[in-house]
């Protein structure tokens, strides 16, 4: 099946820094990627779709300026939450779309875990 | 407008004992797809089954089977003889709308199995 891999698993970092998730597709080319929030016993909130070689679409409430995503190979997009508050301590996972006809099946990463102290 | 309901918060049943996950969905399109996610403690997302509006047989695989009836817009997932292992958030979503990926999540089910 489709393996998707997310980088790191789990992340403490003071407040005012930025961090960088990776979320790769290992075995697997994937024009588009989304990065969804879930907080704790909680659904997935998705926050953006990520497009290979185009800006990423956010979704409404979702700060472009705080949660940087890049996405510049098929195989590789990254969630950059810059100068991280408490209020972003998080559950993040992406996905993305699977290959051939498993294209509207989307495959998740293991999700990463962000404490902002 | 896509919705996915999923009544049931939090489940517990004894292992061995049959479970039945239920979920409702609403959405004007004609073609949609519905799937079922596994979300165990560790956090990812397992993908276990993607069913497309279209074809409404019943499907099984190992203790896993799925009901989907349009007639009631119901995409239900039952658990034969339960195992401790299956404890985790079960999440049913639904794909709709031409030339679109997103997901729409129901709030998941939580189930418990009781050794």
């Known amino acids: 099946g489709a393996v998707v891999s997310q980088h790191p698993s789990w992340v403490i970092c003071k407040s005012g820094t930025s961090v960088k998730i990776e979320c790769r597709s290992l075995d697997f080319q994937a024009t588009t990627m989304f990065w969804y929030r879930q907080f704790p016993k909680q659904s997935l909130m998705l926050m953006a779709t990520?497009?290979?070689?185009?800006?990423?679409?956010?979704e409404q409430g979702v700060e472009k300026d705080k949660f940087l995503i890049n996405h510049a190979s098929l195989t590789l997009s990254t969630l950059t939450v810059t100068s991280a508050h408490p209020e972003d301590s998080s559950f993040y996972i992406c996905s993305a779309r699977g290959p051939g006809q498993g294209q509207n099946i989307q495959y998740f990463g293991a999700g990463t875990r962000l404490s902002v102290l | 407008a896509q919705k996915v309901t999923q009544a049931q918060t939090e489940i517990s049943v004894v292992e061995k004992e049959d479970v039945t996950l239920d979920c409702v969905y609403e959405?004007?399109?004609?073609?949609?797809?519905l799937f079922w996610y596994k979300q165990p403690p560790s956090g990812e997302l397992v993908f276990l089954i993607r069913r497309n509006s279209f074809d409404e047989q019943n499907e099984i695989s190992g203790r896993y089977s799925w009901n989907f009836q349009k007639s009631t817009s119901s995409f239900n997932f039952t658990i034969t003889a339960s195992q401790v292992v299956d404890s985790a958030v079960y999440f049913c979503?639904?794909?709709?709308?031409?030339?679109?990926?997103?997901?729409?999540f129901g709030k998941g089910t939580k189930l418990s199995v009781i050794p």
């Open positions: 959405t004007r399109d004609t073609t949609y797809y």
């Open positions: 979503a639904l794909l709709s709308g031409a030339g679109s990926y997103q997901l729409t």
């Open positions: 990520s497009n290979e070689g185009s800006k990423a679409t956010y």
